[in-house]
T-cell receptor, first 116, second 110 residues
Framework: KAGVTQTPRYLIKTRGQQVTLSCSPISGHRSVSWYQQTPGQGLQFLFEYFSETQRNKGNFPGRFSGRQFSNSRSEMNVSTLELGDSALYLC???????????????FGSGTQLSVL | KQEVTQIPAALSVPEGENLVLNCSFTDSAIYNLQWFRQDPGKGLTSLLLIQSSQREQTSGRLNASLDKSSGRSTLYIAASQPGDSATYLCAVEGNTPLVFGKGTRLSVIA
């Protein structure tokens, strides 16, 4: 059974550009969550999608957006990149993702974004 | 607002030692607490999930306990091996999606 797949693995962008990251969840998983990981702030929740709808959102500016397709694959987009957006972006999938369901999360290997 | 703290931030032990990693959280209204392992530059691997009604979970050489009332969890690793070297993160799920601690970086020296 294939795991969570994130592409690309590495990205280098310059300030002001935009970027799109992709995540394919485990087959049968309908919930996809995105996290940003930096040395200073650690792992922070960005948003979660279920059945093509954003169900939860973290405390990030509107430059961060996402979407989910009918096959549960998800993309996140960051517009007008800033130096502080340099981070490892991780996505995770689970079957339902509903709070209180006590489901384990399965993470991808992440996309390392560097903004110059 | 839920806050999760992990102490120590880094730990170095000789191979074969038993060790304990600590995690504390400020809001006891949680559904579960999870422990993850992260290797450098990689994603997270789920190790153990403890539901709020449970006191502990075991998997192989790993044992995690949960004391919800005091806001604490421990991860016990028995007979540590160099392959256990990684960053260990705890996370709690309550009325918001998972809130993570900043992790404990473990080095097991052969």
């Amino acid at each position: 059974k294939a795991g969570v797949t994130q592409t690309p693995r590495y990205l280098i962008k310059t300030r002001g550009q935009q970027v799109t990251l992709s995540c394919s969840p485990i087959s049968g998983h309908r919930s996809v969550s995105w996290y940003q990981q930096t040395p200073g702030q650690g792992l922070q929740f960005l948003f979660e999608y279920f059945s093509e709808t954003q169900r939860n959102k973290g405390n990030f500016p509107g430059r961060f957006s996402g979407r989910q397709f009918s096959n549960s694959r998800s993309e996140m987009n960051v517009s007008t990149l800033e130096l502080g957006d340099s981070a490892l972006y991780l996505c995770a999938s689970s079957r339902q993702g509903r709070l209180g369901n006590n489901e384990k999360l399965f993470f991808g290997s992440g996309t390392q974004l560097s903004v110059l | 607002k839920q806050e999760v703290t992990q102490i120590p931030a880094a730990l170095s032990v000789p191979e074969g030692e038993n060790l304990v990693l600590n995690c504390s959280f400020t809001d006891s209204a949680i559904y579960n607490l999870q422990w993850f392992r992260q290797d450098p530059g990689k994603g997270l691997t789920s190790l153990l999930l403890i539901q709020s009604s449970q006191r502990e979970q075991t998997s192989g050489r790993l044992n995690a306990s949960l004391d919800k009332s005091s806001g604490r969890s421990t991860l016990y690793i028995a007979a540590s091996q160099p392959g256990d070297s990684a960053t260990y993160l705890c996370a709690v799920e309550g009325n918001t999606p998972l809130v993570f601690g900043k992790g404990t970086r473990l080095s097991v020296i052969a």
